[in-house]
Structures are given as structure tokens and as C-alpha cells.
């Protein structure tokens, strides 16, 4: 099992940055995939990037492609989502997740959950 820590969500002006972090413990954490949905007001919970535990692919949303950046730190235990060019739309609550494989982190069907960091964009 796995617990997740998410951080580094705020305020911030449209067009402007966001990194979120996601630290996990254990020390199976490079064996994980891991992936960031998000979830805003009235709304269910949508994909927003994922990656690979072995190679490091990266899958993303058609709405973040070319804005967001997945990445991670097996040596840190902590998966990253720097946003950049933020829109009002990218309002939401924003989830790390961690699984077995790379289809749990796109679906989040069997993930294991962080508790949820809110990103906030004003217009």
C-alpha cells in the first residue's frame, strides 16, 4: 500500500504557473505508476496526466497537452505536475494517484489516492 501527500496548489492569475507535488511513502514508490486527475465543482473526477513507473511515458489529456508537465523523482518518492498557462477552466480540486500499472492511472479504477490539493485560477 502506498499513501499519497499533495501539495503546492493556490491561487493564481489566468496565464500564469502552478507546480503540485505528490509525495508517496513506502519504498516501492518507482515501481508505481502514478498520474494526476482533477475534479471541479459539479463535476466527476476526469484524467489529467499519468506516467509510467518503468520508461517514464507520459500520457495526458487533450485539455493540459502542451500546458502541463508530468514528471517524477524515484529518489524523492514524489510525482510532479507542473500547469503552465492556466486557464479558469483548470479550477478544480487536483488528485495524485498511484497504481500498479499504467491503465489504474488513467482510469483510477483500483488507485490508491492522495487527499486533494485545490488549484484555483481567477479570470
Known amino acids: 500500500q502506498v499513501q499519497l501527500v499533495e501539495s503546492g496548489g493556490g491561487l493564481v492569475q489566468a496565464g500564469g504557473s502552478l507546480r503540485l507535488s505528490c509525495a508517496a511513502s513506502g519504498r516501492t514508490f518507482s515501481s508505481y505508476a502514478m498520474g494526476w486527475f482533477r475534479q471541479a465543482p459539479g463535476k466527476g473526477r476526469e484524467f489529467v496526466a499519468a506516467i509510467k513507473s518503468s520508461d517514464c511515458i507520459t500520457y495526458y489529456a487533450d485539455s493540459v497537452k502542451g500546458r502541463f508537465t508530468i514528471s517524477r523523482d524515484n529518489a524523492k518518492n514524489t510525482v510532479y505536475l507542473q500547469m503552465n498557462s492556466l486557464k479558469h477552466e483548470d479550477t478544480a480540486v487536483y488528485y495524485c494517484?498511484?497504481?500498479?500499472?499504467?491503465?489504474?492511472?488513467?482510469?483510477?479504477?483500483?488507485?490508491?489516492w492522495g487527499q486533494g490539493t485545490q488549484v484555483t485560477v481567477s479570470s
Open positions: 494517484a498511484a497504481g500498479t500499472n499504467i491503465v489504474v492511472v488513467t482510469t483510477g479504477r483500483d488507485a490508491y
